[in-house]
Every structure is written in structure tokens, then in C-alpha cells.
């Protein structure tokens, strides 16, 4: 459209830009720079080199840029994807025919890239579509997302990614340590076992008890499968089974030891690593934005709309849900005016409150943990006694005492957390963040308790060092094995009550919902609603386990995939029959960070036990591959001595406090300088919106803009209506 | 509703608007077979055109409290041809470029086509996504006014297209939210 056809548009009639015959009579040069994408390229372009540019007119096709400027971006435009246009088919049809033909003026060599970049596209789109239908559970969470919208979808995406990290936590194990085993063991290749018994060792450090009895009561079975003791202990679940040294093949001896430290370094940073990876996206967002709540009124405004569903109900459901969020937002606003409105004995009161709320909650939490760890000493004293002197139940019930301890607090202290922080007077929107922060710390931090009461009973003797082996090994030969078993008893016992729950809970209160909808009580009472807080927290609790036993049972985590595939089906079962949607949505942007904060919490929560007992508490001398070195980790400085005397004195040098002290220095100075890097830049940008701001308040009659030189005698309002796009031209 | 000459969709066609959409093969043969159920009969698919009423009525777009502005948009003389709705499903797939998503996000909510989004338009937009009448006014013009605080730099109570441009580009659910992937399939 050149200039004489956007004088004769009418203003307030808004045309959708699109090409007609006239165009065909220019150039098709000038043709193509009318595009409304590619001006914006073409902005771009010429913010780059303003400085040579001599007027501002961006609008007349033809004296706008020298001829510099036009090859250049010809050549831009021509390497940009058709699709990308704001066109429909047709019109992107006749452009890519006068590509096409623009083709012809190139050189042949040009002719090649540009077809060699189109194939190659086209190839890489074809592997994408392939490896889309590889995605597991896709058609399941497209129609959860049509049905209960995003944030419940992210839900879903949340556990698959975690079966698929599990899974490929399971592989990295059988690769370095189960492989070579299992090809010695079945005789695949003609290798052999290597055991190095350990020349001063005194002989009761070595002696492992495993109970072999004749007569066997059935239900030890049913026990020994609950609690991984009896016959499954000496599987190669758990750590007792790789008392192996090496495996020797032809040319090599393969250091299972070190193998196996290796495997659980691996999969601690692959997890870390994968959990930053995905959660990069979430983070920049957050670090761009200055304001402090999360979600800003454009992004629910324009963002609001779930454009994916396709559901009546879910979207009535939608239409409340907005409309509950945006009240509660001005809500929150006018809360937030009323506190900087406080008056100072209001605040003095409101904190001391708060001081005295938060020693309460600190209290809540002493008492859980102390209680844990009553239940696990308890346990653990008395698993030792003879299985057939015990009744079955009472049996069971000391094996799983920790984890119905650790269950139960699970379930009363969110909602003494909930009734309290009604009295701190906080916004809601902070209310809730608090209440789950304090739900996820005392959920991940039972583990730690356990596991740091474990080990301070496998550190305990009668009289108070353990000189002779470094450990207890009266009660704990194997004791690496042991604390498999807890974990182990951990994760089905909550694989057991997530199943529990959803049959007897769930699916019963929907029939009673149904059925009996006249009970005043009932209707109270109401439907099922899908908890995304606590359900996220469910997982990422087994996943906690799932690492920290990773070690000290190296099936585990096949274990947990296996796990966490049912848990995919029976909450997708659960959501479709016994749930309606909660009128109060979770976003999904604001899920995913959520969701993956809480992993990597429980990621450093899970590494702290693992590096004290591998560095702290001596490996046991009865069973598993360290039965040689003091403790496990002491397996790194003996390979480190056994490399060549330059590769030596260089890991030395690394690790000494020569090496680290500088490198600490200079990571703080590059953090410093990124930081008041950041500062300038937010100046920068409050800068440019005054200027902004400036710049619209001093011309008189609002539009005008100056840069049109030889059309400045046009009313420029008309080409702003016609083009939304080029009006960015002229910001 | 009759149905259109049942021709199977030509190879080369089918590659050329693999090239020229972000749609996949499945996608443009399922829009292809809910389009042959709806048009006229006794036409070729590339001449019949579907009333916007048709269009609307779609299952991906009957619940959409912007439906009838997305059919404003992508229609032309207030019909649909094939193309259009090829054109739309396009612009809402999965694979589309956020610049493109943007572009006629922008047309979409400007509702009196003034090329931009002025209070007018953010108001009209509240009371589609809250779908009531017991909505106040002043609750519509806190939300205008936060809207435009956010992301009008320049201080003229609306928002140009660059300025639309800037805020979805900070706003972490657009992509998401912007997409529409049941065409009938």
C-alpha cells in the first residue's frame, strides 16, 4: 500500500493490512518492505545503523533507505520463515513465488545456503513431529488440560517428568554398577569377581549374620516383603549384595567401588542439573520483574483466557476463577494500602504477635521431630527381637512405626499452620506462600530426622566411641543395608497410603456426595477438590526418598518409576471421577517455578545425610564394596594416587586452599559486578519510560511525531490506524 | 449440512501448507475433514466458505468469550474459506512463534479497531472474562488503571502495539494460554 492509498482510507475504519494489485505495479523490492513484520525487522535493522541513515521516514517505500540498507535487508527477509508473517495463505503464497523468483538474481552459492537451510529445516521439523509422538502421556494431559485447564495439566507434566528422571537415574546406576555384575554373574563375558580381603581387620567387624532360619512362618514373607528384611536382604536391592572389589575382563580390572560413588555423583548432579535446566525460564522471569507479587494484572488480563478449553462447565469454572483472582488481587492491593497505613503501636503489636506465632510453629515443629525420633529409636530397639515371639500386627506396626509417625504429622500440621497464620494478619496472597513454604520444610525435613537419628544409633555403642569398628556393629554388621531398609519401608508406606487414601477416601466421598446429597452434612462437607500444593508435595517427598536411598539400595529408583507410573493413573483416575476444579486456580507459570523450587529443596535436603554419611561414618567393614577403605568417600584420594605424579600434583593443586581461596574471590567480584550491572540497567529503563513519558507530554496535539521528514505535512494518524504494527515504527 | 465433494486433499497442497502454516500433516488433514462436514454441498473445499456462525459454533471456539473478534479477525468479507481457518489454526498452534501469536493478539482485543487498545477495549475485555453483570464500575476501572500502569511507558492511556509487544513478552503465561489445539480430531 503505498502512501496515495493510506490517504484514502478513511480514519477509524480499520482494514486488515493486505496486499492488492496495486502493489504489483512497484517493485517487488517495495512490495516486500510494506510488510508489517518485516518493518519491524526492519527497525530493528536501522536501530542498529541510525547513525548513517538520513531522515526518519519509514513509511514512503521508496526514498526510505539507501541502497545499502535494502540489500542487506532484502537478504534478511529473504532468509526469515514464510510462516512467520501476519498474512493469510494466499498472500504468503504470492510472496514466497516472488521469493522465489527473487532467487533467480542470486549467486549459485547463495542458491545452496539457502536451500541447504530450508532442507535442513524442514528435516529438523520432521524429527520434532516424531519425537512428539514419543511423548508419554500425551494424549492424557491434553484432555486433562481441556478439562481442568493449566495448572492442573502442570500437575501431571510435574510427575512425568519425574518418572522419566528416575528412569534415567535407574539407568545410569545399571550402567556403572549392576551391568558389570550381572554380565560376570550369567557368565556373558569371560570375566571374574575380585575380593581383596582386608589384611588387619579384626574379626568381629566382619561378621554378618544373616538369619537363615527352618522353619518360616508364611506371613514373614508377606514381612520380609513390607520391610526388605529376611530374604530380600541379601538381593542386590540393597548395599550388602555388591561386596565385590573389581570385576576383572581381559584388558581391565573395572573399580567397582569407585563405580559406585561415581554413579551416586552422577545422578545427584544430572538431577541438579535437569531441575536448573527446566527451571531457568521460571527464574528470569522472576529476577526481571521489580514488583513483588508474581502475577500482574496485563498478564491476567490478556494471559487470562485458557484459549484450550473446550468444555462448558470448565469454562463457567474459568469465569469464576477470574473473577474470584482479580477481586482478591484489588483485595490484596487495598490490604497492602491499609498496612503501610499502620500506625506504629499497630505495628509493634502486629510483630510481637507474629514473634510469638512463629516460636509456636517453631514449637509444633520440635515436638513432631522430637516424636520422630522417639518412634525411630523405639523401632529399631525392638526390631530386633525374634519374629515368631511377636504377633503379626505388632510386628508390622514397630517395622513401620517411623513412617506412621512421620505420616501422621504430615497430616495435622498443615492445618494447625493454616489456623495460625490466620492470626498474623498477613496479605493473602503471602498467607498462602507461607503456609506451603512451612508444609514443604516440615515434609522434607521428617526425612532428615529419621535419617540423622539412624545415624546416631549406628554411631552409638554401649560405652560411648565405637573403637573397634568406628560403627555399632553389634546392632548394625551391615548398617548401610539397614538404612536402605528404612528407606525403603519409607516409600511403600506412602505409595501404600496415597493408594489408601484415593480408594477409601475419595471414591467413597463421591458416592456419599452423590447418593446421599440431602445430609446437611454432606453438602457442608462437598465434593473432592484436586489440592495441587499437597499433591506436589506428596511426590516430591517420595522423590526426596527416592535420592537419599538411591545409595544405599540401587534399585530404588526403579523402584520409585515404577511407583510414580500408578500414581499417574490413579490420580488421573481420581481427578476425572471424584474431583470438581477449585474456583481458586493455580497459574501454570507460576506452578512450574513452584513445583520445581519445592524439587530442589528437597534436592539439598537429600544431599546433606548423603555426604555426612559418606564422608562422616565409616563404611562398613561386613558388607558392600567399601569394606576396604575407612569410609566411602575415601575411595577419590586412593584412585587420585594411583594417576601419574604431573595429574597428581594438578588435583592437588586444585584442591588446596591456594587454588580455592583466589577462585572464591573472583566468583564474588563477578557476582558483585553482574549485580550493579543489574542495577544500572533497571535505572537505565526508568530513565527511558520518563523519557518516554517526556517525550509524548511536550508535542502539542499528542501524535505528531517528528521523524517524517518530506511527509511531515501528513496527518500521520492515518497510517497509525491502518498499520497497528507500523505504529511500533514510530516508538 | 450437506457435505462438499469429498476430493481428497492433493499431495502437493498438503506440502504446501505444511510450509506455509506451523501446523503439522495430522492437524491440517483433520481441519480438512471438520471443514468438508460443514461447507455447502456440491462445492470443491477450496471455493466453499463457512459463515462465521458456523465457525464460531466449532467446538474449539464455542466457549471462547472472544469468539466472535477471532472471527472478525481472520475472516475476510465475513466469510471463511479453507485458508482462513487454516490461517487461524496457525496462528493458535502449538508450534507458532510468539511474534506471530502477539501480532494478532493485539487485533484481537482491539475492539474498536482503532489500532489500539485503549480503556475502551480493556474494559469491554474485563467484562468478557468475568462473564457477569453484577461487575461495578469501579472494579473496571481499578483493573483498567492497574493495566495501564503496568504497561503504558508512555502515558496516553492506551496501548500501541509496541507496548502490547512488551508486555506479553514479560507475561509468562501468554504462550500457553494463546493456543487452541482441538480442531476436530
Redesign the interface.
Known amino acids: 500500500v503505498s502512501y496515495d492509498n493510506a490517504t484514502a482510507l478513511q480514519p477509524g475504519r480499520q482494514k486488515t493490512p493486505s496486499l492488492d494489485s496495486s502493489c504489483f505495479s512497484s517493485p517487488p523490492v517495495n512490495f516486500l518492505q510494506e510488510l508489517p513484520s518485516y518493518r519491524s525487522i526492519a527497525r530493528r535493522r536501522t536501530a542498529i545503523l541510525s547513525r548513517d541513515k538520513q531522515s526518519g521516514t519509514l513509511l514512503k517505500p521508496t526514498d526510505c533507505y539507501s541502497s545499502r540498507l535494502e540489500g542487506g535487508i532484502t537478504e534478511n527477509l529473504n532468509s526469515q520463515c514464510i510462516r512467520k508473517y501476519a498474512l493469510n495463505i494466499s498472500e504468503k503464497r504470492r510472496l514466497r513465488d516472488i521469493q522465489e523468483t527473487q532467487m533467480k538474481y542470486l549467486s549459485e552459492w547463495d542458491q545452496w545456503k539457502r536451500y541447504s537451510s530450508k532442507s535442513w529445516k524442514r528435516f529438523l521439523e520432521k524429527a520434532r513431529e516424531m519425537t512428539t509422538h514419543l511423548e508419554l502421556w500425551r494424549e492424557d494431559i491434553r484432555s486433562i488440560e481441556g478439562k481442568f485447564g493449566t495448572g492442573i495439566q502442570s500437575y501431571f507434566s510435574f510427575l512425568r517428568f519425574l518418572v522419566l528422571l528416575n528412569l534415567v537415574i535407574f539407568l545410569i546406576i545399571f550402567m556403572l554398577v549392576l551391568l558389570p555384575i550381572l554380565l560376570t554373574k550369567y557368565k556373558i563375558t569371560n570375566s571374574s569377581f575380585v575380593l581383596i580381603p582386608f589384611k588387619d581387620m579384626d574379626i568381629q567387624c566382619t561378621a554378618y549374620p544373616i538369619s537363615s532360619s527352618g522353619l518360616i512362618y508364611f506371613y514373614s514373607y508377606i514381612i520380609d516383603l513390607l520391610s526388605g528384611t529376611g530374604f530380600l536382604e541379601g538381593t542386590s536391592l540393597f548395599y550388602g549384595h555388591y561386596t565385590i572389589d573389581g570385576v576383572k575382563f581381559q584388558n581391565f580390572t573395572y573399580d567397582l567401588p569407585l563405580a559406585y560413588l561415581l554413579s551416586t555423583i552422577a545422578y545427584l548432579a544430572l538431577s541438579l542439573l535437569w531441575i536448573v535446566k527446566r527451571s531457568v525460564e521460571g527464574f528470569k522471569i522472576n529476577l526481571i520483574r521489580s514488583e513483588e507479587h508474581f502475577q500482574s494484572y496485563c498478564n491476567k488480563i490478556f494471559a487470562g483466557w485458557d484459549f484450550c478449553i473446550t468444555n462448558r462447565s470448565t469454562a463457567d469454572l474459568k469465569h469464576s476463577s477470574l473473577r474470584y483472582e482479580l477481586r482478591a488481587d484489588l483485595e490484596e492491593e487495598r490490604i497492602r494500602q491499609k498496612i503501610a497505613e499502620r500506625t506504629s503501636e499497630e505495628t509493634i503489636r502486629i510483630y510481637s504477635l507474629r514473634l510469638f506465632l512463629n516460636c509456636i510453629v517453631l514449637a509444633v515443629l520440635v515436638v513432631c521431630f522430637y516424636a520422630i525420633y522417639i518412634a525411630t529409636i523405639f523401632s529399631q530397639e525392638h526390631m530386633k527381637k525374634e519374629i515368631d515371639k511377636m504377633v503379626f500386627g505388632e510386628n508390622l506396626l514397630i517395622l513401620y512405626l517411623p513412617s506412621i509417625v512421620i505420616t501422621l504429622a504430615n497430616f495435622i500440621t498443615p492445618v494447625i499452620f493454616a489456623k495460625i497464620i490466620h492470626y498474623e494478619d498477613y496479605s493473602p496472597g503471602f498467607e498462602i506462600r507461607l503456609t506451603i513454604l512451612r508444609c514443604v520444610f516440615m515434609r522434607l525435613a521428617t526425612i532428615c530426622v529419621l535419617v540423622f537419628t539412624l545415624g546416631s544409633k549406628i554411631t552409638s555403642c554401649d560405652n560411648g566411641t565405637c573403637e573397634l569398628c568406628g560403627y555399632n556393629q553389634k546392632l548394625y554388621p551391615c548398617w548401610e543395608t539397614q538404612v536402605g531398609q528404612e528407606m525403603y519401608k519409607l516409600m511403600i508406606f506412602d505409595f501404600i497410603i496415597i493408594l489408601a487414601v484415593t480408594l477409601f477416601v475419595d471414591f467413597p466421598r463421591k458416592l456419599l456426595v452423590t447418593y446421599c446429597s440431602s445430609w446437611k452434612l454432606i453438602q457442608c462437607w462437598g465434593q473432592q477438590e484436586f489440592a495441587i500444593p499437597d499433591n506436589v508435595l506428596g511426590i516430591v517427598y517420595g522423590q526426596t526418598i527416592c535420592w537419599i536411598g538411591a545409595f544405599f539400595s540401587p534399585l530404588l529408583p526403579a523402584i520409585a518409576t515404577l511407583k510414580f507410573i500408578i500414581i499417574f493413573y490413579v490420580k488421573e483416575l481420581s481427578l476425572l471421577y471424584t474431583c470438581r476444579p477449585s474456583p481458586r486456580q493455580f497459574r501454570a507459570s507460576n506452578s512450574n517455578f513452584f513445583f520445581l523450587l519445592v524439587l530442589l529443596i528437597g534436592l539439598c535436603l537429600a544431599i546433606i545425610p548423603l555426604t555426612i554419611s559418606m564422608s562422616r561414618i565409616p563404611s562398613s567393614k561386613a558388607c558392600g564394596p567399601f569394606t576396604n577403605f575407612n569410609t566411602t568417600w575415601e575411595v577419590i584420594p586412593r584412585t587420585v594416587s594411583t594417576f601419574p605424579s604431573s595429574l597428581q600434583s594438578l588435583v592437588h593443586g586444585i584442591t588446596s586452599e591456594a587454588f580455592a581461596v583466589p577462585f572464591f574471590m573472583i566468583i564474588c567480584l563477578i557476582m558483585f559486578y553482574f549485580i550493579a550491572l543489574a542495577g544500572a540497567h533497571k535505572r537505565v529503563v526508568d530513565q527511558l519510560r520518563e523519557q518516554l513519558s517526556l517525550v509524548r507530554k511536550h508535542r502539542p496535539g499528542g501524535r505528531e511525531w517528528h521523524c517524517c521528514g518530506p511527509l511531515s505535512h501528513l496527518p500521520p494518524k492515518v497510517y497509525l490506524q491502518a498499520w497497528p504494527s507500523a505504529a511500533s515504527l514510530i516508538h | 449440512m450437506g457435505q462438499c465433494l469429498r476430493y481428497q486433499m492433493h499431495w502437493e497442497d498438503l506440502e504446501?501448507?505444511q510450509?506455509?502454516?506451523?501446523l503439522?500433516?495430522n492437524e491440517i488433514l483433520c481441519i480438512h475433514d471438520t471443514f468438508l462436514k460443514l461447507c455447502p454441498p456440491g462445492k470443491y473445499y477450496k471455493e466453499a466458505t463457512l459463515t462465521m456462525d458456523q465457525v464460531s459454533s466449532l467446538?474449539?471456539l464455542?466457549?471462547?468469550?472472544?469468539r466472535d473478534r477471532i472471527c472478525r479477525?481472520f475472516s475476510?468479507n465475513d466469510v471463511f474459506s479453507f485458508?482462513?481457518v487454516?490461517?487461524m489454526a496457525?496462528v493458535?498452534s502449538e508450534q507458532?512463534?510468539p511474534?506471530?501469536k502477539i501480532?494478532?493478539?493485539?487485533?484481537i482485543?482491539?475492539f474498536n479497531?482503532?489500532?489500539?487498545i485503549d480503556e475502551e477495549d480493556?474494559q469491554r475485555?474485563?467484562l468478557r472474562?468475568?462473564?457477569?453483570d453484577d461487575v461495578s464500575e469501579d472494579?473496571l476501572m481499578?483493573?483498567t488503571k492497574?493495566?495501564l500502569s503496568?504497561?503504558d511507558?508512555?502515558?496516553?492511556n492506551m496501548l500501541?502495539?509496541?507496548?502490547?509487544?512488551h508486555?506479553?513478552a514479560?507475561?509468562?503465561?501468554?504462550m500457553?494460554?494463546?493456543?487452541?489445539?482441538?480442531w476436530g480430531c
Not at chain 2, 19 to 22: G, K, M, P, S
Not at chain 2, 113 to 116: A, C, M, Q, V
Not at chain 2, 160 to 165: A, L, Q, V, Y
Open positions: 504446501e501448507y510450509a506455509l502454516t506451523f503439522t500433516r467446538p474449539a464455542r466457549v471462547n468469550p472472544f479477525v475476510h485458508e482462513d487454516l490461517g496457525s493458535f507458532a512463534c511474534s506471530l501480532e494478532y493478539a493485539f487485533r482485543y482491539d479497531e482503532n489500532g489500539f480493556l475485555i474485563a472474562l468475568l462473564n457477569t472494579l481499578d483493573l492497574h493495566v503496568e504497561s511507558l508512555d502515558n496516553d500501541s502495539f509496541s507496548e502490547f509487544e508486555a506479553m514479560k507475561s509468562p503465561d501468554f500457553n494460554s494463546f493456543r487452541i489445539h482441538f
